[in-house]
């Protein structure tokens, strides 16, 4: 059974940072994609970066590009959200992700498991 554990998450001033990590256990982790997505109340879940088993290839949310960096450390078996320049409308509970296709994935529905989330929240 995999199993995804976020952390990371917190209380911060606009402008500030947090490093979100996610640790996955019960997978080969250094063979799937992993993803971050968030949802803040009310919305829906939106996609905010992926990663490839490698590293190699990133992909962000227009939201968050230039200020969010996905990284991945697979002999750790973990991967990371740095988040920079952090606005109020990143406020979300954040979650991490992992699928098996070795390309970048952006829709929800294809990751097969999930964590449970870590709850962002940044103030005005």
């Known amino acids: 059974q995999v199993q995804l554990v976020e952390s990371g998450g917190g209380l911060v001033q606009a402008g500030g940072s947090l490093r979100l990590s996610c640790a996955a256990s019960g997978r080969t982790f250094s063979t799937y994609t992993m993803g971050w997505f968030r949802q803040a109340p009310g ?63 952006v829709a929800p529905d294809e990751y097969d498991y999930w964590g449970q989330g870590t709850q962002v929240t940044v103030s005005s």
Not at 46 to 67: L, M, N, Q
Not at 86 to 105: F, G, M, Q, R, W
Request: aromatic letters at 12%; one cysteine or more; glycine letters at 4%.
């Open 43 to 105: 919305k829906d879940l939106e996609f905010v970066a992926a990663i490839t088993w490698s590293g190699g290839s990133t992909y962000y949310a227009d939201s968050v590009k230039g200020r969010f960096t996905i990284s991945r450390d697979n002999a750790k078996n973990t991967v990371h959200l740095q988040m920079n320049s952090l606005k109020p409308e990143d406020t979300a509970v954040y979650y991490c992700a992992t699928t098996s296709p070795h390309t970048i994935v």
